[in-house]
């Protein structure tokens, strides 16, 4: 059977359906899980090294829920700066999920508002991907199925990043085994399983060119960190507006 595909049976329990519904979409975030565990070590690894103990590491990951932001907030500790440019500098960096949020509200605008509020608050880079291409490929995404893949994305994060921490107690400079490289490898991992998941090839070309394109000349005029962050604004807006 395909993945993600469950027969209709007009027989069936709606209780039954939306059970069925939530375990499958606890299987299709599987393929993901590894991602979310070597980079929640990774980010625990790092949390380990700015001092973190392993219920503020595991707290930041139930409370921030973002491995990009939690890599920035750790590396930012461990430079010692100031509270309100870690809150500042991490609202930025989140702020894709504006546009993330926006691309599939349409699945959900039937929903009530504090349904729609539990699946926002729990999507990331991976479940959005995985979202897209179950929407794409059905044209419709169950609610129950995405609570299943939010949920499942969720407690592994917060998992994986309390064994980070645990390992980071035995290893002196986690550049070594370049835990460093964890977070960039994630987001090219997540672009190779958009393209492979049938989503518009065109679409997909000119994001990346533009947001390429806009990293460059941004860079040049701020801060590289600032210019990733306007690149993947840029990019995310870009995405949302095109059509093919």
Same mark, same amino acid.
């Given at each position: 059977?395909?993945?993600?595909?469950?027969?209709?049976?007009?027989?069936?329990?709606?209780?039954?359906?939306?059970?069925?519904?939530?375990?499958?979409?606890?299987?299709?975030?599987?393929?993901?899980?590894?991602?979310?565990?070597? =980079?929640?070590?990774?980010?625990?690894?790092?949390g380990?090294?700015?001092?973190?103990?392993? +219920?503020?590491?595991?707290?930041? *990951?139930?409370?921030?829920?973002?491995?990009?932001?939690?890599?920035?907030?750790? *590396?930012?500790?461990?430079?010692?700066? !100031?509270?309100? *440019?870690?809150?500042?500098t991490?609202?930025? /960096?989140?702020f894709?999920h504006?546009?993330? !949020?926006?691309?599939?509200?349409?699945?959900?605008?039937?929903?009530?508002?504090?349904?729609?509020?539990?699946?926002?608050?729990?999507?990331?880079?991976?479940?959005?991907?995985?979202?897209?291409?179950?929407?794409?490929?059905?044209?419709?995404?169950?609610?129950? +199925?995405?609570?299943? =893949?939010?949920?499942?994305?969720?407690?592994? +994060?917060?998992?994986?990043?309390?064994?980070?921490?645990?390992?980071?107690?035995?290893?002196?400079?986690?550049?070594?085994?370049? =835990?460093?490289?964890?977070?960039?490898?994630?987001?090219?991992?997540?672009?190779?399983?958009?393209?492979?998941?049938?989503?518009?090839?065109?679409?997909?070309?000119?994001?990346?060119?533009?947001?390429?394109?806009?990293?460059?000349? *941004? !860079?040049?005029? /701020?801060?590289?960190?600032?210019?990733?962050?306007?690149?993947?604004?840029?990019?995310?807006?870009?995405?949302?507006?095109?059509k093919?």
């Open positions: 059977m395909e993945l993600g595909k469950i027969p209709d049976n007009p027989l069936e329990k709606e209780g039954e359906s939306n059970l069925r519904y939530f375990i499958q979409g606890i299987k299709d975030c599987i393929p993901t899980i590894f991602g979310y565990i070597s =980079l929640g070590i990774a980010c625990g690894v790092l380990k090294s700015c001092g973190l103990t392993i +219920w503020e590491a595991m707290g930041m *990951s139930a409370f921030v829920y973002g491995g990009s932001s939690q890599f920035i907030a750790s *590396s930012m500790i461990l430079s010692v700066a !100031s509270v309100p *440019s870690i809150i500042f991490i609202f930025f /960096v989140n894709r504006l546009f993330m !949020s926006a691309a599939i509200a349409p699945y959900f605008k039937n929903n009530s508002f504090l349904k729609n509020l539990f699946i926002g608050t729990l999507l990331t880079d991976e479940t959005f991907v995985v979202a897209s291409v179950e929407g794409y490929k059905k044209k419709k995404i169950n609610n129950f +199925w995405m609570a299943g =893949l939010n949920i499942t994305a969720y407690i592994n +994060w917060i998992l994986a990043t309390g064994i980070g921490v645990f390992i980071g107690g035995f290893i002196p400079d986690y550049k070594v085994f370049g =835990l460093d490289f964890a977070l960039t490898a994630m987001f090219i991992g997540l672009l190779i399983i958009a393209i492979k998941g049938n989503l518009k090839i065109k679409k997909a070309g000119i994001i990346v060119v533009t947001s390429s394109i806009v990293l460059i000349i *941004s !860079s040049i005029l /701020v801060s590289t960190s600032i210019g990733v962050i306007i690149s993947a604004i840029i990019g995310a807006l870009i995405g949302v507006v095109i093919e």
